[in-house]
């Protein structure tokens, strides 16, 4: 109750506007802060960066998460398995701050791989990754590759622990009537492991989805001045003052994820968590 009269209250005042010159909230229905929302380029420009952002950061979980998933799940003892779960759950136990602070100071510029890649003679090579062109700017800042970093780091957890228990579920009768029948070990992960495994790489997507897309923290700390949707948020209650934009804000990753959490329920996902 406490929650869906939260938003609630949050989806009200998204109908509200703001009084330039009393800087007031003005009771008063109408669509101002989503037509402000919708038409000036630069809030077009968060959601974006948002959305690429958190698409991208799911992508490298899913790679990444996959293989370390399905070694401990088909291939790891009781002991593997065991040093496995503790592996990934350790960085849990940590301040998600001091693990954000720790990433500022390796992504700095005498940071850990700026040293490495001096020292290996590679700064050539980082430099030309930092040159790269991306969307909305003339070259792919540090920041952006080192929130992209940091995020995936964060949230890789949240995706390895839905793969692996979706993997781990997979009968292993399967496997065998798949190998009396002919098939290749390739055959067999493409056409009955993978279609499996599936709704767990989608139940692992929410979180890591839906976490960057309502994150501050991580681009306020590691991050530019370029905002994101959660830093647009804080900055529009807090320090504009603007609440009804703030929740028209809001309202963007909640209607973002009501449609993926619909598409992802039909996948099966909610089976895998």
Same mark, same amino acid.
């Not at 301040?95 to 992504?107: E, F, N």
């Not at 791989?113 to 969307?135: C, E, H, N, Y």
């Not at 995706?159 to 793969?163: F, H, K, S, T």
């Not at 055959?187 to 492991?193: H, N």
């Given at each position: 109750m406490v929650y869906l009269g939260s938003l609630i209250a949050l989806l009200a005042y998204s109908f509200f506007r703001l009084d330039e010159f009393s800087g007031q909230v003005v009771h008063e229905w109408g669509l101002t802060a989503y037509v402000e929302l919708l038409t000036q380029a630069a809030n077009l420009d968060i959601i974006l960066r948002t959305v690429l952002m958190a698409a991208a950061v799911t992508l490298a979980c899913a790679v990444i998460a996959f293989p370390v998933a399905y070694l401990a799940a088909r291939h790891a003892g009781p002991r593997v398995k065991a040093l496995f779960y503790l592996g990934v759950?350790?960085?849990?136990?940590?301040?998600? %701050?001091?693990? @954000?602070? !720790?990433?500022?100071? /390796?992504?700095?510029?005498?940071?850990?791989? #700026?040293? $490495?890649?001096?020292?290996?003679?590679?700064?050539?090579? %980082?430099?030309? @990754?930092? !040159?790269?062109?991306? /969307?909305?700017?003339?070259?792919?800042?540090? #920041?952006? $590759?080192?929130?992209?970093?940091v995020f995936t780091y964060i949230w890789l957890p949240f995706?390895?622990?839905?793969?692996q228990a979706a993997l781990e579920r997979v009968p292993g009768s399967l496997l065998e009537a798949a190998a009396d029948l002919g098939a290749r070990p390739r055959?067999?992960?493409?056409?009955?492991?993978l279609p499996l495994a599936f709704p767990g790489i989608v139940a692992g997507s929410i979180f890591t989805f839906s976490l960057t897309l309502g994150d501050y923290i991580i681009p306020y700390i590691v991050g530019s001045s370029s905002l994101f949707i959660g830093q647009a948020v804080y900055l529009q209650q807090g320090t504009a003052g603007n609440i009804p934009l703030a929740a028209a804000f809001s309202i963007v990753p909640i209607v973002i994820m009501a449609g993926y959490l619909t598409v992802a329920k039909r996948l099966g996902a909610f089976d895998a968590l």
């Open positions: 759950m350790l960085p849990l136990w940590s301040s998600y %701050l001091v693990r @954000v602070y !720790a990433w500022k100071l /390796i992504l700095a510029k005498e940071g850990v791989i #700026s040293w $490495l890649a001096q020292a290996t003679g590679l700064g050539w090579l %980082l430099d030309a @990754v930092l !040159a790269l062109p991306v /969307i909305g700017g003339p070259s792919l800042s540090v #920041s952006y $590759l080192g929130m992209f970093l995706m390895i622990l839905p793969v055959q067999t992960f493409r056409t009955v492991i």
